[in-house]
């Protein structure tokens, strides 16, 4: 039993996997497959139980209902060692009375590995930290100990690498620099890589699938460009980004568009894009895309008319506007500055265009606040 | 004649002024000359008197003499006082450190019914007087029919030893990240390997720490010893018995050896903690 359930390979399948502390649900009903050798990352705000889900994977909490398979083998109810799964804690929890070297030889030691010498120090190669291997955990830098972290965990060729938080105690570059790394390292060891975080850049960054969660569920899941371009909820369309959600009606059919009336204007959007249940709907588009002109300027697709530059500001790679529009929302545009100025002032009368295959539509019940106003930059609190 | 312009426009400060500040800056090392003198003045008395020529009663300086430190058992007693402390002591440290900090384990690492009782429970002896403990110890013996002695001793201190080691050990697991043991288990340790590996090595320093303060609380109690130990005499009952008498000098070498083998102990101490971080 225990050493089938150690030896257990394959995708990750949580099936209608629930965590209750008393009244509150961390975790609801949540149903998942995860492919093996995949980057997959759980994305969300504090408290969305994204660290709870994980800690039920590794066995370090037990899940109230449901279950947890790994390729065939049920593993919901077996200790944290008897599972093939080895964590990168986020704040590494490298054990301090040990060397680096016995940190790292740990794993494979408790499984009786005899002969670790050769299997560290390749490790160590990988995180390019071989002459560390002496010295004691609190002689490292962050960007060591984190290195040293993972490489406790990868030595072991676990069937799933699980990385809560992994980069958060990093500075910005740091992190930037560690993404590319981790993606890389995954790459080059060919494990399945399951990485919990509430940075949106850095799961996009990172993996080939992203799960957003909310209040315990998965909200959507799919590869970033789908989550970015196509969002299902006003929740995924602000919280990977920033969105221009606009109140409208389905007003008509056009081959394979639907044509939306937006306060008086009609856009047309794919089909295959809506995600409206009924007539009403909120079009949905990133401040990206739109296009901003003078009202002589002839302009394609999409265009919505009356709009009055409010506020202009340069960010060196792109100007963003907030601009007008005549039924009072203000909407965002960031327009690349590719030809070197701003061209347009505050108090300009502008129309706004953009192609209507970069539109999305969600449901006319949403609320378009969801996701914008929570703040990602909070750690789980553990 | 731009020095001359500047050194007269310069103020000299008055010398009280000066003085308060003086006083000012050092005020804190002044204070900290009188408050060790206080401390180490009984000390030193101890250590310079362990080299009195004293013959019987070392209460009057009478000359040096290196014989008290070349012949520490010459006086009748001394030394079998002594080896039964040093006995007490080891059996007490031993078993009220096993069994503190299990307890401290119990407390601070699970959760049970009766935890907060037991936690406000393990106080007690420490704040019951030793007095009204040793009496009650002695009576509770003869009631079992223990005539009081070496082994009734040492289970009079191990009593009182144990809450001093459950505190002492407690607040170092309070102290362990969590986290860690997490890791462990993560790593395929199971749950005895976790503690071995794990738990133990990093909760060692506060069991150390919680030895060394049972055996100094045992080595040194009288009252409690007093009721419980009849006719044996420990050292501390010995230099209490003798003080009627004048106590030998021999007892001053003992106490400053003492003295002496503790602070060797914590300097070695802390040199080892400071090369483990280096």
Known sequence: MVKASIEARGDLRLTRLTKSYGDFTAVDD?????????FFALLGPSGCGKTTTLRMIAGLEEPTAGSIHLGETDITTTKPYQRPINTVFQNYALFPHL???????????????????????????????????????????????????????????????????????????????????????????GLTFVHVTHDQEEAMTMADTIAVMNEGQIEQMGSPAELYDNPETAYVANFLGQSNLIKGTISGNDGDSLIVDLYGQKIALPKNRSHAIDNSTYAGIRPEKFRISLLETPVHGNVLTGGRIEDVSYIGVSTQYQVEMPWGQELMVFEQNDDGVAPFNKGDAVNISWAPTFTFALRGDEDVTAGSEVEPEDLDEE | MSQKLKDATIPTIPLGARIQRWIGRNLIRIYAVFAFTYLFIPVAYTFAFSFNDSGKSNLIWKGFTLGNWQNPCGAPEVCN????????????????????????FAIGRHKFRGRSTSNLLIFLPMATPEIVMGASLLSLFLVLKINPGFWPTVIAHIVFCISFVVVTVKARIASLDPRLEQAAMDLYANEFETFRRVTLPLVAPGIAGAALLAFSLSFDDFIITNFNSGTLTTFPKFIYVSAARGIPAQANVIGSAMFFLALTIVIVGQLVNRRKVR
């Open chain 1, 30 to 38: 949540l149903s998942l497959t995860i492919p093996k050798g995949s």
């Open chain 1, 99 to 189: 060397t680096i070297f016995e940190n790292i030889a740990f794993g494979l030691r408790r499984r009786g590995q005899k002969d670790v010498k050769e299997a560290v120090d390749k490790v160590l190669n990988l995180v390019e930290l071989p002459h560390l291997a002496e010295r004691k955990p609190t002689q490292l830098s962050g960007g060591q100990q984190q290195r040293i972290a993972l490489a406790r965990a990868i030595v072991n060729r676990p069937a799933l690498l699980l990385l809560d938080e992994p980069l958060g105690a990093l500075d910005l570059k740091l992190r930037r620099q560690m993404q590319i790394e981790l993606k890389w390292i995954q790459k080059e060891v």
């Open chain 2, 81 to 104: 006082a002594l080896g039964n402390s040093i006995k007490i002591g080891f059996l007490a440290t031993f078993f009220s450190t096993i069994l503190g900090t299990m307890i401290a």
